[in-house]
């Protein structure tokens, strides 16, 4: 498993129109090959957003970098201080602590 943690801003937007304006890129990231899960992130009281998305290993994290989604987020003028990290997952730590949830 592979994770992506992406922030950015987004001045000036309601939760409600945020939401509104991010269905349908919600639903083409939902059809992503290797795409586990996106968790979508809001940074309370503030114009700060997010993603935490778990990719099934780095060869499917990195087709993504290489699509023309990931390049509609970079060129998306209203997504302000983009920034992407990349990560490996310590997989035999990471099932020693899953109480509430599977995710190896």
Known sequence: ????????RVEGVSDADFVEANTEFAAAMA????????VWLKKPASDGYGGLYLW?????????LASELWAEVLN???MLDVK??????MEELTRATQPGLRVL
């Open 1 to 8: 498993m592979h994770i992506q943690i992406v922030t950015y």
């Open 31 to 38: 059809a992503v090959l290797g795409l586990l899960a996106k």
């Open 56 to 64: 099934r290993d780095r060869e499917a994290y990195e087709a993504f």
């Open 76 to 78: 998306d003028a209203s």
């Open 84 to 89: 992407s990290a990349h990560y490996g997952v």
